[in-house]
């Protein structure tokens, strides 16, 4: 098949790397509004360049990526939706949750799936995660644990930009949450603190926050979720029932130093970015967008799944600014 592919920053010229390399694809027409990054994609994959997105959907595609940047989201999702071409696109579906409810409804009945990049649901561990809660093999559950450490902040024109730390950072731990559970937050109280880089402060953001997230059936989970742990980048899950406890992360990469007695675990280099943790899961989630665009299977990621993520990340920011409880309920009345 041939995918065309919108924006060729960080995370485009990976997928583009990822994408070039599986069987299911032929070819990839390419655009970016650097001409630089438009060459270099062709030059490295045989890709062909569009001088625009109208051009990349008029190449005769049969699915198109979405990676430019989260202002574009919504223009692209539905310029791809009316060009009948199945478009995958990185998180978030636009910049604010009103925006992604006017996406949803303009897209409402048409027969175009649309997947939205959430690529822990593609991750082995978490995959197992969910599969062994789905089989009951933990009971009944009552205490969800999920962190997200980066080892150092990005850039501060990518924090002014991100929407805060709850909607760019912790929302893939609450898309995790709801899919390895199959239940919906209820309530939430956050709480943050800036003991880092300044320029976070600045932007009116937290560099370290924790939630307590209540979920429909009183599950507890707790997330934690931080911009600098020296160590490296670390994603984990717990997930304890009345039967059984289970741990995603829980690997010789983990980027936690033992301090018991004897203790040699972890043995390996820790991780250190999320390309390097979540590579395998990158490909499996565009190999799954190849048999979306095949007709093989519906959207694994749907905009309704990233909009219900982006709900709780908007009661988290709300609890911190007000020092209160939020329930999903409410940020949803607006």
């Known amino acids: 098949m ?4 919108l924006g060729l920053g960080r995370i485009g010229a990976f997928h583009a790397e990822t994408l070039a390399s599986l069987d299911a694809v032929d070819s990839l027409v390419v655009a970016d509004p650097f001409a630089d990054a438009a060459r270099s994609a062709a030059e490295r994959f045989g890709a062909e360049i569009a001088d625009s997105p109208e051009a ?57 799936p649309v997947q939205i990049g959430f690529n822990r649901r593609f991750d082995a561990a978490f995959v197992a995660a969910r599969a062994a809660v789905r089989r009951g093999e933990l009971g009944k559950l ?7 450490l980066d080892p150092a902040p ?3 024109a990518y924090i002014a930009a991100s929407g805060g730390i709850f909607r760019d950072c912790s929302v893939h731990d609450f898309d995790v949450i709801r899919w390895v559970t199959g239940r919906e937050v209820s309530e939430v109280y956050a709480v943050g603190g800036n003991r880092g880089a300044d320029f976070i402060r600045e932007a009116g953001d937290a ?21 600098h742990n020296a ?11 009345f039967a059984d406890s289970i741990a995603v992360g829980l690997e010789d990469k983990l980027p936690l130093r033992s301090v018991e007695p004897g203790a040699t675990f972890p043995a390996g280099t820790p991780h250190d970015f999320f390309m390097d943790r979540f590579a395998t899961a990158y490909r499996t989630e565009l190999t ?12 694994p990621c749907t905009i309704e799944d990233a909009l219900e993520a982006g709900w709780i990340a908007e009661a988290c920011t709300l609890s911190l600014r007000e020092h209160r409880p939020v329930t999903v309920a409410e940020v949803r009345r607006g």
């Open 154 to 156: 990005p850039p501060a």
């Open 56 to 112: 990349v959907l008029a190449a005769g595609v049969d699915g198109v990526v979405v990676a430019a940047a989260t202002d574009a989201h919504p223009s692209l999702i539905l310029a791809a939706v009316e060009a009948g071409v199945p478009v995958f696109c990185e998180k978030p579906v636009a910049r604010t949750m009103a925006e992604g409810v006017e996406v949803l409804k303009a897209i409402a009945g048409r027969d175009v």
């Open 2 to 5: 041939r995918i065309g592919i």
């Open 142 to 148: 009552h205490t969800v644990r999920s962190t997200t």
């Open 207 to 227: 560099d370290t926050t924790g939630a307590i997230l209540t979920l429909d059936d009183g599950t507890i989970a707790v997330v934690s979720n931080s911009r």
């Open 231 to 241: 160590r490296g980048y670390d994603v984990r899950m717990e997930i304890h029932g």
């Open 288 to 299: 799954a967008f190849t048999e979306v665009v095949a007709g093989a299977r519906p959207s």
